[in-house]
T-cell receptor, first 117, second 114 residues
Framework: QKEVEQNSGPLSVPEGAIASLNCTYSDRVSQSFFWYRQYSGKSPELIMSIYSNGDKEDGRFTAQLNKASQYVSLLIRDSQPSDSATYLC?????????????????FGQGTILTVHP | KAGVTQTPRYLIKTRGQQVTLSCSPISGHRSVSWYQQTPGQGLQFLFE???????NKGNFPGRFSGRQFSNSRSEMNVSTLELGDSALYLCASSLEQGRTGELFFGEGSRLTVL
């Protein structure tokens, strides 16, 4: 089983629709969860971070976290053609004795999203 | 505020050679991580440095090494290059306070091994 799995793509949605991206992770002690957007030929860009169960909204983006189900998702409302990119789910490990969370990010394989006019 | 700067952006090497990649983190960031990105394997963690100490290392052979300097700048080295080392090498920096751990990536160094 992969440590971080994303829903298989590619995902194609019409302009103005809601795009739903899903991610599951295997390490129960994971503490920090991130969504990155990567345009073709570019580096990953952080768009959302979430640490507690529930929803976190930032503009057209909503991240949802359910630690009991080991599930994190990203909703993009009013999708625009400029949202067309690969979306990467990333998970960071548990806290160390000092209370900080260092260590590697484990990435999913990414979901390619295409928003068509 | 300047972002993460990586040099060189593109390079071509032949098998058996070695390469050194450089990364300057965002000002004030003390943690630097390196990742390899390939179409087949995706983004894979190489190593992480904080205050000149390697805190974590991924599952890569010993040909891959790195270091961090007192000004937080970091370098990674790959010796005895193989064709499979062709990839985008990404450096990321983090403020590393509390539990946030948000990573900010540079534009990457694209290595082609012939």
């Amino acid at each position: 089983q992969k440590e971080v799995e994303q829903n298989s793509g590619p995902l194609s949605v019409p302009e103005g629709a809601i795009a739903s991206l899903n991610c599951t992770y295997s390490d129960r002690v994971s503490q920090s969860f991130f969504w990155y957007r990567q345009y073709s030929g570019k580096s990953p860009e952080l768009i959302m971070s979430i640490y507690s169960n529930g929803d976190k909204e930032d503009g057209r983006f909503t991240a949802q976290l359910n630690k009991a189900s080991q599930y994190v998702s990203l909703l993009i409302r009013d999708s625009q053609p400029s949202d067309s990119a690969t979306y990467l789910c990333a998970v960071k490990g548990g806290l160390d004795a000092g209370g900080t969370s260092y260590g590697k990010l484990t990435f999913g394989q990414g979901t390619i999203l295409t928003v068509h006019p | 505020k300047a972002g993460v700067t990586q040099t060189p952006r593109y390079l071509i090497k032949t098998r058996g050679q070695q390469v050194t990649l450089s990364c300057s983190p965002i000002s004030g960031h003390r943690s630097v991580s390196w990742y390899q990105q390939t179409p087949g394997q995706g983004l894979q963690f190489l190593f992480e440095y904080f205050s000149e100490t390697q805190r974590n290392k991924g599952n890569f052979p010993g040909r891959f090494s790195g270091r961090q300097f007192s000004n937080s700048r970091s370098e990674m080295n790959v010796s005895t290059l193989e064709l499979g080392d062709s990839a985008l090498y990404l450096c990321a920096s983090s403020l590393e306070q509390g539990r946030t751990g948000e990573l900010f990536f540079g534009e990457g160094s694209r290595l082609t091994v012939l």
